[in-house]
Structures are given as structure tokens and as C-alpha cells.
T-cell receptor, first 113, second 111 residues
């Protein structure tokens, strides 16, 4: 069966510090991978998606970036965090074979102080 | 205008009540409609998945899609305190690559 791992679960970082959140998927090959951010009352905002190694598409211009160094690994990064980067970050995957549900990780709650 | 509109609530109901959750959308290309349940500090999990217009029932949950009105609903019968969570509607077009989510409705079911 497929599983998705996302870490860390919580993170408190000072303004201006770097960020690296990691997500890995097990039990499937060539998944579509997604990073979402969830703010209170605003639902899930799609930040980045990837259809393959090294292929990243950005949905929202910001100081965040994403990378996919391996087939089942998706990383969200920032060189310098802003207060507005605080939120709940979710990684998700979908099979690349058609329209099916997205499977979510347990999320990372990031607080920038 | 947002592509998907969902009242964030909160919605508070007594145990045993019928709950109605709704979303409206503007993109007529949406073909697939989903409802996710999210408990506090957890990732969302899929509850219901429907294609195009119509009804789908699964136990105490019924999903309705009215594409002519661009309106979807989730009904929960005999609501339980364990149903207390945030419910997010979601939808995607025929390609299904990107899923757009509503803001989520917080539901509290009181014992």
C-alpha cells in the first residue's frame, strides 16, 4: 500500500531563517506531487506541483521554492522566511493515471516568529 | 471571485441532527467533485468522490452535485460527536491534474 510521510510535524523559525520541509511517498512510482498551504478560513492554496523529477510548476509567486530530486521526494524550501509564511503546509500525491483522489500527509505547522 | 466558495462556519448541531454542507463554484469545466474531512492538526482524508451531476450515498453520508446550478452538497444523517471536524469541498476538471479546494466548514456536533 502507498504511504506518504511529511516532516517535521511542527516547526518554529525566526524571520529571515531558511526553511526545508520534506515529503516522501512509498509504494508507488511516478506520482504527481503537490505542496499546499492552509490558512485559517481560506482552504488549501496550491503552491507547487510536479509531474516528474526536476519538473516543478509554481502556482503562487512568493519566496518559497520546491524541488523534486527523486521520483518520490518533494521538498519545499525558502532562503529567508517571512512572518506571512506561517501556516499549515500539506504535501499530497495523486497517481498519474487519471482523475483520482489526492492523498495527504499529516502536515507541518510552521510558525515564523 | 473565488473559483470555489464555502462558508467557513462554524456550524454547531446537536447529536442526531441532519447536517447540510454546501459549496458553490464558478468554473463550468469542473467534472469531479469531492468532500474531504479534516480533523484538527491532521491532513485531509477523502469522504466522498462523485463524477458529474447526481447523488451518491455512503452510509450516513450523501453527496449531491447540481452542475446546472454549480452547487454541491454533503449531507450527514444521524450526526455524531465524532463527525466534528472541518469539511472541505474540492473539485477538478476532466484532466484532474489540479484540485481546487473550498475554505472548509468547521462542524461541531454536541453530545
Amino acid at each position: 500500500s502507498q504511504t506518504i510521510h511529511q516532516w517535521p510535524a511542527t516547526l518554529v523559525q525566526p524571520v529571515g531563517s531558511p526553511l526545508s520541509l520534506e515529503c516522501t511517498v512509498e509504494g508507488t512510482s511516478n506520482p504527481n506531487l503537490y505542496w499546499y498551504r492552509q490558512a485559517a478560513g481560506r482552504g488549501l492554496q496550491l503552491l507547487f506541483y510536479s509531474v516528474g523529477i526536476g519538473q516543478i510548476s509554481s502556482e503562487v509567486p512568493q519566496n518559497l521554492s520546491a524541488s523534486r530530486p527523486q521520483d518520490r521526494q518533494f521538498i519545499l524550501s525558502s532562503k529567508k522566511l517571512l512572518l506571512s509564511d506561517s501556516g499549515f503546509y500539506l504535501c499530497a500525491w495523486k497517481p498519474n493515471t487519471g482523475n483520482t483522489e489526492a492523498f495527504f500527509g499529516q502536515g507541518t505547522r510552521l510558525t515564523v516568529v | 471571485q473565488k473559483e470555489v466558495e464555502q462558508d467557513p462556519g462554524p456550524l454547531s448541531v446537536p447529536e442526531g441532527a441532519i447536517v447540510s454542507l454546501n459549496c458553490t463554484y464558478s468554473n463550468s469545466a469542473f467534472q469531479y467533485f469531492m468532500w474531504y474531512r479534516q480533523y484538527s492538526r491532521k491532513g485531509p482524508e477523502l469522504l466522498m468522490y462523485t463524477y458529474s451531476s447526481g447523488n451518491k450515498e455512503d452510509g450516513r453520508f450523501t453527496a449531491q452535485v447540481d452542475k446546472s446550478s454549480k452547487y454541491i452538497s454533503l449531507f450527514i444523517r444521524d450526526s455524531q460527536p465524532s463527525d466534528s471536524a472541518t469539511y472541505l469541498c474540492a473539485m477538478s476538471d476532466a484532466g484532474g491534474f489540479k484540485t481546487i479546494f473550498g475554505a472548509g466548514t468547521r462542524l461541531f456536533v454536541k453530545a
